[in-house]
């Protein structure tokens, strides 16, 4: 795990995205990565932030208070991508909404509509099983 650690720090953004994903693919196992890949989440390619957002969704509750703690950071593409990983993980983290519906709003990506469409509908068909209940 150390080496795909390092190559979250490589000058390619393509090594970087990979490192990240096959960091979620060990999923929870992966958990004393969290830091480094709150880290990636802040990068400025979306596309390495949208890998680090998965990676971390896929690690599961071990990265849930970092993320909660990125939903406070000044950046709203670090908020949305965390947002999201949280909501995905955890579809009743509603508080993260708010962060989900600006980033569709505010935003012409289509990733990031598809994103925030996706954590949405988690949220809501949870809560809709609940209502079930």
């Known amino acids: 795990m150390p080496a795909l650690v390092e190559g979250l720090r490589d ?13 979620g693919e060990l ?4 958990s ?8 990636f989440l802040k990068d400025g390619n979306q596309e390495a932030r949208m890998s680090a957002a998965l990676s971390l969704m896929r690690i ?3 990265a849930e208070e970092a993320l909660e703690q990125c939903l406070k950071n000044e950046d709203k593409e670090v908020q949305f991508w965390a947002a999201w990983a949280l909501v995905m993980n955890n579809p009743t983290k509603l508080h993260a909404l708010p962060i989900l519906q600006e ?6 990506d289509k990733y990031k509509h598809l994103a925030a469409a996706e954590a949405l ?9 609940e209502l079930k209940e």
């Open 121 to 129: 509908f988690k949220a809501m068909n949870r809560k809709m099983d």
């Open 27 to 30: 999923g929870p196992v992966a």
């Open 32 to 39: 004393q990565a969290v830091s480094e890949l709150i880290q």
């Open 11 to 23: 000058p390619d953004h393509n090594v970087r995205s990979i490192s990240a994903v096959v960091l």
């Open 103 to 108: 980033g569709w709003n505010n935003s012409n």
């Open 60 to 62: 599961g509750p071990a």
